[in-house]
């Protein structure tokens, strides 16, 4: 049986019409993070590098014809998709507009030490992190994850800070006692 | 029956173990030991057991399954894997249904009124864990499946992009590694001998061309002061902008690597 | 010219076909680092969601059709473009990963029932399993397989768990109504 199905593979490699080829190489190309070349496709696929380049030439036919929102197109020396470049105003606009949920290692560490130190001035800050985080609490105010909580009455009166409603919102918190302490993950973290 | 009967049965189950499970440890102790670790836990082993003795869940054979049960404990624990509490405590509650079976029916009880059988909970409870159990290996299936799609390559927008999203408990765990951070930083206040930036700088080209790569928390950790750590911090950024070496991460919270390139 | 220019936009727009709008979605799930929704695509494109749908189940159609190395596939509410699962033994093969650290037992386990009875505390996930859990508790969350969802107001204020986005993602699941409903499985038990 296995006999058999050795055969099969070498028969169905052999077999390999432009069509298959074509969609390997697609999916190769897609993967790789940087323009991948003729050779390294016809390697992995033990194809000879000519047929491989017929299917890329092919490939770049298709997606030309069909009016994709793609192109498949030759750059350093390998193959590469990329989206056309017609379609760049849409593209970037959605590249700008992309959900800002997202947090930096040291925005993230400054909101950590706000949402349990709060409300919390920028010097206290600074001395729990240890770094200046002022380009932190800038980008933290920007989204709307903290807001400021009123002057604190010491020596400068400096600004205190504290977590908004938003960041309730974006971490699904009902309020503030609902925020986890220390304890609520003791058992796990043995 | 009384509690500390139930812990003298026990006992006297669990501690005359060796003499009856030499035999079998001998005989086929590799593969004994792969099946025991592979065990979810009591109910997974339970539900096992009642299936290698071809048993019908509804109708529980409660003494040879609890001494079966109680076997592999003394197995388990022959092979030094250690007994989870979850185990004895099922150990426990087999026994006591067990022994709850040997009860004759109280006479006078109302014939109408049908007594419930003191297996029924065990049997809600391994139906209700089997399915979860089904429903995992339906996970595992999906997952299997899953693993053979690939998402596209990096592309260059990506890089525009190098930020992370974050939960609570991301929230909480670096708030209990700045506070440990903080815990170390005041030990580390001792006077020493300064460092200037040129020696520094030099030290660390020593330490690249050692190695081709330099974890950058092992090259801190070589600091005890704060001065020391800060000329430490400015030579790396030095080097790494004005020579053609690279800052590595392979993953978020990952240790940062120093490469030449 | 301004206002020329103005009227030239808002004329394309008027009259953008399904096949343009297919090429847009597709060159924005393209650049997406992860699913994106219908919805956002429509507020990008300035195009109601029915249509952007209409557009989205048209390209994966199309890319079914050509049998493309990839697909167009919905996945944790959004779309996503992906190579076909036949090509993974060549893609693997080119990327020399192997198939990822898969879950423990004991993990898929606590998985399946935080996943079913969501949201859920540790003591009802021992309730069912019979096993702590807490290992396994830690590794989801630090895969982020699974995410807090507050305490319940019972006594002790336990923490309750709920699956994440994420896990939409590692499963392939449209959305947890995708997941076969937990009674399937009674069948299977008796």
């Known amino acids: 049986m296995s006999e058999e199905a050795t055969e099969t593979a070498v028969e169905t490699k052999q077999a390999r019409g432009t069509g298959e080829l074509m969609a390997l190489a697609e999916a190769l190309i897609f993967v790789a993070d940087e323009p991948i070349t003729a050779r390294t496709i016809a390697d992995v696929l033990e194809e000879d590098k000519a047929s491989v380049e017929a299917a890329l030439q092919a490939l770049r036919e298709e997606y030309d014809n069909r009016e994709s929102g793609l192109q498949v197109r030759e750059v350093a020396g390998g193959w590469q998709i990329a989206t056309r470049t017609e379609l760049h105003e849409y593209v970037r606009q959605f590249l700008k507009t992309r959900p800002s949920a997202k947090l930096s290692i040291a925005a993230l560490e400054t909101l950590a030490v706000i949402a349990y130190k709060q409300p919390v001035t920028v010097p206290e800050i600074l001395e729990i992190r240890g770094v200046q985080s002022a380009s932190a609490i800038k980008t933290l105010l920007e989204k709307r994850l903290i807001v400021t909580k009123g002057h604190k009455e010491t020596v400068g009166r400096p600004m205190q800070y504290g977590t908004s409603k938003e960041f309730l919102i974006h971490f699904g918190l009902k309020d503030l006692s609902d925020l986890p302490s220390v304890e609520d993950f003791e058992d796990l973290v043995q | 029956m009384p509690l500390s009967l139930m812990q003298e049965e026990q006992e006297q189950y669990t501690f005359d173990f060796l003499t009856e499970t030499a035999e079998i440890v001998a005989e086929s102790r590799d593969e004994l030991s792969i099946r025991i670790g ?202 790494v902008r004005t020579e053609s070496v690279k800052l590595v991460q392979k993953k978020t919270f990952d240790d940062i690597i120093l490469k030449r390139v």
């Open chain 2, 38 to 239: 592979e065990f979810a836990g009591p109910l997974d082993l339970l539900l096992y057991l009642i299936r290698q003795e071809q048993a019908n869940i509804f109708d529980i054979p409660i003494a040879r399954i609890t001494d079966e049960y109680l076997r592999y404990i003394r197995l388990m624990k022959s092979l030094d894997i250690a007994v989870a509490a979850d185990f004895l405590v099922m150990a426990a509650q087999l026994i006591e249904v067990k022994s709850k079976m040997l009860l004759p029916r109280d006479p006078f009880a109302d014939p109408e009124e049908v007594a419930e059988d003191p297996r029924q909970e065990l049997v809600d409870r391994l139906l209700e864990y089997e399915k979860y159990k089904s429903a995992a290996q339906m996970l595992y299936e999906k997952a299997t499946i899953e693993q053979a799609v690939f998402p596209r390559g990096k592309i260059e927008s990506d890089d525009n992009n190098a930020e992370i999203s974050a939960t609570v408990f991301d929230l909480i765990t670096i708030f209990q590694k700045i506070v440990e951070r903080q815990k170390e930083k005041i030990t580390m206040e001792i006077e020493r001998d300064e460092v200037s930036l040129a020696d520094m700088i030099k030290r660390l080209h020593a330490r690249i061309l050692e190695h081709a790569e330099l974890s950058l928390a092992s090259f801190f950790e070589e600091f005890d002061t704060r001065r020391e750590l800060v000329t430490a911090f400015i030579a790396v950024l030095e080097v």
